[in-house]
């Protein structure tokens, strides 16, 4: 966006300058609009199921500043000549059930002609404006905590190639289509002084944002990271990586001090790119347990405890 026309607005609390999930505009001393949208071409064969984890994905950057989903619109652009109109359907009903899950109003959308199908949401939400989540405000001394294993990437790529299972291949598409309420939850009370959600540019990459917004360096313990299973590590040992995870770990090289005795496999994971992946909080040792107890009692299926945050040194992330 460099070099675009833009105006100062006062108002405008969280813009594209910090690589926050979202942007975040005051109305009133308590209430602010959180604005978002994303879309993606399918990355699972079952067309409800891609509907479900597009939304849930284009949800999560509301839940993410810690915000409330109100409004959803539908993004659609499909090859008619290729997918039939109950197809296309499908689509949309699993993104509908999921916009109605959030207790979100589906409002309409747009529909367009394109050579491969691409699906999302344009979501707008509430948010009190000094609750709201974002990349800056954590300190030396916070915990990080992550509300969701790392892999789907990995296994997407493992699924085109034929050697993923069934009962893996479901296991991270109910992943992908699960909800990031907890974001809400934890802001309404204060509980976390930063956070983002891990998406595309990976775990390193989304917490590198963070580090940079936040003047801090995170200490990762990688055996603390969790996959969503085993195989994850030896799909990557087969060569099922996405080239944007491999994009994303030339570029977490340049932020990154990885200890000589974290393995080309675990760098990957750390860097795979997710599809609606989790919550990435940063919250203080005196709240951490209350954090931790919350995040469940939302619908988190894990809250792990991944690292720490220290003073600034000269990479933004170390990894042992």
Known sequence: MRGLTNISDPNLLIGSASS?????YRISEDTALVQTLDFFTPIVDDPYLFGQIAAANSLSDVYA?????????NIVAVPTDKLDL???NQILRGGADKVAEANCALAGGHTVQNPEPLYGLSVTGTVNPHRVISNAGAKPGDHLLLTK???????STAIKRG?????????????????NTPGSAIASVGLTRAGTDVTGFGL????????????VTA???????PAISPDVLEFIKQGCVPGGSRENLKLAKEFTTFGADVSEEIQILLTDAQTSGGLLLAVSPENLHE??????????????????????????????
Do not use: F, W
């Not at 500043?65 to 619109?73: E, S």
């Open 149 to 155: 294993p790392l892999g789907t990437g990995i296994i």
């Open 291 to 320: 954090a931790q107890d919350l995040l469940y009692a939302n619908g988190a299926s894990i809250v792990s405890e991944i690292g720490i945050l220290t003073s600034a040194d000269t990479k933004a992330v170390v990894v042992s």
């Open 20 to 24: 926050d999930d979202a942007a975040v």
């Open 163 to 179: 050697i993923c299972s069934p009962e893996l291949e479901k296991t991270a598409s109910e992943q992908m289509a699960q909800l």
């Open 86 to 88: 109950d197809t296309i």
């Open 219 to 225: 200490r990762i313990d990688s055996a603390a990271v």
């Open 65 to 73: 500043m810690g915000g409330t989903p109100i409004t959803a619109m």
């Open 204 to 215: 390193l990459g989304h917490l590198s944002h963070l580090c940079r917004e936040s003047g």
